[in-house]
């Protein structure tokens, strides 16, 4: 071979090899913002493309890039001058040992360290995975995000949503538009949501839904502890059970335990009962069915032509499901040992033994520590209160004080059974004291052991008086006081007109005398025991928080 034959064999050679050049370790790049190079570590294949330019070199089979302390694998990819490539086929980065970033195609700027994925683009982080269609990754901040929608499994959560931020150094991931976190316990429906998969706690903003087979949770700001499984809720925030919708300016939740807790502005509704209770504190016991109510605590309930208002210190609502467990003989937990031992005993009245009320199937309310309650009917006053929404019955317990029109009644316990529209009968059991005003000096009065009235549309026209039945009754002529008939008497029927006394039955052994008004001295008309109680008397709902 000639000198000029071999000088053009060996640029030919040269020519080639800069084409197609096995490679295993080579520094092919530029400086970039920090002095580091992409560097390649494994290619089948090295060639130089011009047809792409900006010194493109194409590297072919088994691809391993790295970047600083970043790895990169794929089945083929484009090396520029500018240090930036692109890459193809099974891409992959690792990131530290515990970030790997997979997809199909990858624009990755050595200078700025951002990465572009796109197409079957999966993110794993400890026991955490991502998926989308197309994903930005910042090498420097481990910050990726993602604009076109994506799924996000972590154990037992699967979290969707339009766009996305995930925070790899904090383990954070800020959610955004058409948000939906599924657990097998609930499911999440939000606008913006921030979940950790360390702690398992879920931040929420926006209108957010939690639904479970129990209840419904909506809030418009929040936090949830997935793994605990605590909460707290605020912002137009309430629970929708079944039976029942509580709401607060501040929710707490702990669904384990089945305990909900509302603060100020609260309130509990059942619109099948048309109840409703407010207050500034409740805890609700899911399992038990009850809810307690205190801080200015009321009761509302709404009748066809009227509404009953209580208030008391304390109001505890009893659900159905609470009575058959009870009934049944089921344990109920710790609510049961937080009831009062004057409510719990009342619940028979010892004063009546032939009260046969039972319990086991109403929704009950139990009122304590200075209950009072208004009615356009009827108004009262006691210690303790229990009340059946299921067949009307309340019971008052504590010195109580009734109210029926111009009639005052008190005794040691009383029951009221109500219907839809109006009264139906009350009983005054122990020392049973009927009394209406004449007028300043002068009240008519009945008492005995027991006291059984009867109503017809809200006026009481009849009481049965049993046992030392003792009466002061005032005789008019011409709407004019003339006379008094004071009686004694085992058992005895008052006879109302229009709410006022009309005639008495003296059923056994009376003994009755009629005094005209001039021949009694005042002092003397009035029984053992007699009390005028008339400014305690609620005249409207609001009084009934005035004791």
């Known amino acids: 071979m000639s000198t000029h034959t071999k000088y053009f064999y060996y640029i030919f050679v040269l020519f080639v090899c800069s084409f197609v050049l096995p490679c295993t370790t080579a520094a092919q790049t530029s400086v970039n913002s920090g002095g580091k190079k992409i560097e390649i570590l494994n290619a089948g294949a090295l060639r130089f493309d011009n047809k792409i330019g900006n010194g493109a070199k194409r ?172 909460s707290r809720f605020s912002k137009n925030s309430y629970i929708l059970t079944s039976a029942q919708k509580m709401s607060g300016d501040s929710l707490y939740y702990d669904r384990k335990q089945g305990i909900g807790k509302a603060k100020k502005n609260v309130q509990i509704i059942d619109t099948a009962k048309k109840i409703n209770i407010s207050g500034d504190l409740a805890v609700y016991y899911e399992f038990e069915d009850l809810s307690v109510m205190t801080g200015k605590a009321l009761l509302t309930q709404v009748y066809e032509d009227d509404t009953l208002y209580v208030h008391a210190d304390t109001l505890k609502a009893w659900g159905e499901a609470s009575a058959r467990a009870a009934a049944s003989g089921g344990k109920i937990k710790s609510p049961k040992k937080r009831r009062s031992e004057n409510i719990e005993s009342a619940t028979k009245d010892p004063n009546n033994p032939n009260d046969t009320t039972e319990y086991d199937n109403d929704q009950r309310l139990f009122a304590y520590h200075k209950v009072k309650f208004f009615k356009k009917d009827m108004q009262g006053k006691c210690d303790s209160l229990i009340y059946t929404t299921y067949d009307s019955i309340m019971k008052l317990f504590g010195k109580p004080i009734l109210w029926s029109d111009v009639n005052q009644l008190t005794s040691d316990s009383i029951k009221v059974i109500t219907g839809s529209k109006s009264i139906k009968t009350i009983e005054l059991f122990g020392t049973g004291f009927l009394v209406s005003q004449e007028d300043s000096l002068r009240y008519n009065q009945a008492r005995g052991k027991y006291m059984k009235g009867f109503f017809n549309e809200n006026k009481l026209y009849k009481i049965n008086v049993e046992g030392n039945s003792q009466t002061i009754f005032f005789v008019k002529e011409k709407e004019e006081l003339k006379a008094v008939n004071r009686a004694d008497c085992s058992d005895m029927k008052i006879l109302l007109k229009d709410n006022e006394l009309d005639r008495i039955i003296f059923l056994t052994k009376p003994e009755a005398s009629l005094y005209p008004l001039d021949k009694v001295d005042v002092k003397e008309l009035k029984l053992k025991n007699f009390s005028w109680r008339i400014k305690e008397r609620p005249l409207t709902y609001k009084d009934i928080f005035t004791w």
């Open 59 to 230: 590297l072919i089979g088994d691809v391993r890039l790295k970047h600083d302390a970043v790895l990169m694998f794929c089945d083929s990819a484009y090396l520029y001058n500018d240090n930036s490539l692109d890459a193809f086929g099974h891409v992959h980065i690792q990131q530290n040992d515990t970030i790997h970033l997979y997809g199909d195609l990858l624009k990755y700027n050595g200078n700025s360290k951002k990465a572009i994925l796109t197409k079957n683009v999966i993110v794993n982080k400890t026991d955490m995975q991502l998926t989308t269609q197309e994903l930005v990754y910042d090498i420097t901040t481990s910050v990726g995000s993602y604009a076109s929608g994506a799924k996000i499994v972590n154990k037992d959560n699967l979290l969707t949503s339009d766009q996305g931020y995930f925070f790899a150094k904090s383990n954070d991931l800020t959610f955004k538009k058409n948000v939906v976190l599924t657990n097998p316990q609930f499911v999440i429906n939000c606008d913006t949501m921030r979940y950790n998969t360390t702690s398992k706690i879920t931040y929420f903003t926006g209108p957010t839904t939690i639904k479970s087979k129990q209840n419904l949770i909506y809030c418009e700001d929040g936090w949830y502890d997935t793994n605990k499984d605590l």
